[in-house]
């Protein structure tokens, strides 16, 4: 069976505390944007290319799109390719609900000596999957003090003598480079890394890809021949950020004061994803699967299904106050 990173293996289940129905006159599916909206409230998987930093590829994507702001999800080398999303307009703040998300990898690593192979996988397995301790590397932008880590998975894929092909899955924050550095370490022989992809980040995977070039054409085919086809195909909903968080679905009437900042209520809640715990971060989502806003759980999912007491406590507000002119509010 393939390997997945943790959040991927989630089957959440939906329980109903009270049903509803959600007024067509407010808002809209996330699918039913219009191209103008999406330009600054979506988000862009990019396939980045060596040479360019994570912060250049992010403004180039913003030049490419005339817009006024963006942000990627997570640093990547100069040298390092691969799965980048970069979040746009008014909707850059989804990317701290990445930043935290797992990540995986794919590269090569050389081996400065020939190691039989039983004792690289032995190795990998008793010393670098699970939690580990790593020393962020002098050139990096947090203090260098020891921190746990977790390796979902590191996986050989292929040797040719020194040269090592692998996949490694791990939490955010692991330093892949001194990753491999340490097993060089702990074999005895020393290695680096030769290459590095990015093939995963959070809910995002190579699937969804999009170049710089297809990026350029696609917005060029809608400004230049009034053809949006290309650019809603690359551009993807901001809700697509947050698929790896659990979800609680609250009522119409409850939008707007949550819009504005309020602390989700039980009784504003319609229904809610299982398994819930007190301090997980979680996406408050409108009856039409537009996201609210995320907040921290301040009870458990079975909590939420009771009378009262806040469910939410709300950190971040994406929609629109206003969005929903309801004048019952909860």
Known sequence: MENLLPFEKIERKILVRKDAETNEKYGCTPGE????????????NIDKPKGPTSHQIADYVQKILHINKS?????????VVGLLPVALGRGTRIVQALLSAGKEYVGIMHLHKN????????????????????MPPLKSSVKRQLRQRTVYYFDILEIDDQDILFKVGTEAGTYIRKLIHDLGQKLNCGAHMAELRRTKAGPFDESTLCTMQALTDAFYFWKGENNEKFLRKVIQPIENGIN????????????????HGIDLKVPGTS????????????????????????????????????????????EKVFMVPGTYKTTKAL
């Open 33 to 44: 944007r219009k191209t103008e909206e999406i330009i600054n409230y979506g988000i862009v």
């Open 71 to 79: 942000g990627h999800s997570g640093t990547l080398d100069p040298n």
């Open 115 to 134: 190691v039989d192979e039983d004792k690289l996988r032995e190795t990998i397995k008793e010393n670098f999957i699970g939690k580990i301790m790593q």
């Open 244 to 259: 790896h968080l659990p979800k609680v679905w609250i009522f119409d009437s409850t939008v707007d004061s949550l819009s």
């Open 271 to 314: 229904k809610l994803n299982d398994n819930i715990a007190k301090d997980d971060i979680v996406a408050i989502m409108t009856l039409k699967d537009e996201l609210v806003a995320l907040g921290k759980a301040q009870i458990t999912s079975k909590e939420m299904l009771g009378e009262k007491g806040i469910a939410v406590k709300t």
